[in-house]
C-alpha cells in the first residue's frame, strides 16, 4: 500500500497522467489548477490509515497509482469492488503495466468474495474505454455528472471478476 513517503512521487504521477489521458476532454486550465492540489492532497489521503491506495513499482520506481476498494455506488450490494482510479506515467502506458495492475484489483476483489468490479470512466476517454473493454469491462447502462471545471458525463463500466496473474511488476 502507498504510504506517506509515497505522496510526492505519487502526485507527479498523477499530474502527468492528466495531462496527457485528459488533453482535449478537460480544460488544461482546470487541469493545472487541479495539478496544483495534487501534493497536498496525496499527503492528505495518506496520511491516516490507507486501505485503498497502491503504488506500481517498476525497478523500485512509482510509475503508477491504483486506488480501489468497496463500491462507492448507493445501488451497489456487498458483491461489487470498485477502481477508484488507476493512474500511470505517460512514460509506461502501453506497456502492459495498466493490466498488470488490474488483474492485482480483480485478484483482491475475488480473495474478498466479491462477485462484480465497477468503474467510472470520462466520457469521450477512447483511450480508456479500450483498455477497460480489454480487460473485460463494459457498460452497464449507468451515468452521472461530475465537474470538471465543466459539468461532464462519467459512464459506469462493470465486470465480472475472474483470475489474472500479475507479473513482473509489484504493487505495495
Request: aromatic share 12%; hydrophobic share 40%.
Amino acid at each position: 500500500m502507498a504510504t506517506l513517503d509515497d505522496a510526492a512521487e505519487i502526485a507527479k504521477v498523477h499530474m502527468r497522467s492528466w495531462e496527457v489521458a485528459y488533453r482535449g476532454l478537460i480544460a488544461d486550465d482546470y487541469i493545472q489548477d487541479r495539478n496544483a492540489k495534487r501534493p497536498e492532497q496525496f499527503r492528505s489521503m495518506l496520511s491516516g490509515e490507507n486501505t485503498t491506495h497502491y503504488v506500481i513499482l517498476k525497478e523500485e520506481c512509482i510509475v503508477g497509482l491504483l486506488s480501489m476498494g468497496l463500491s462507492r455506488d448507493d445501488d451497489a450490494d456487498a458483491t461489487r469492488y470498485e477502481v477508484y482510479g488507476i493512474y500511470l506515467h505517460p512514460d509506461y502506458f502501453r506497456q502492459g503495466i495498466g493490466s498488470i495492475a488490474m488483474a492485482y484489483a480483480f485478484d483482491t476483489a475475488r480473495q474478498l468474495g466479491m462477485k462484480t468490479i465497477s468503474l467510472w470512466v470520462l466520457q469521450g476517454n477512447e483511450q480508456a474505454i479500450g483498455f477497460y473493454q480489454k480487460q473485460g469491462f463494459s457498460f452497464d447502462g449507468s451515468t452521472k455528472q461530475v465537474v470538471y471545471g465543466i459539468e461532464k458525463t462519467v459512464l459506469r463500466m462493470r465486470a465480472s471478476v475472474f483470475p489474472r496473474n500479475p507479473t513482473e511488476f509489484e504493487l505495495k
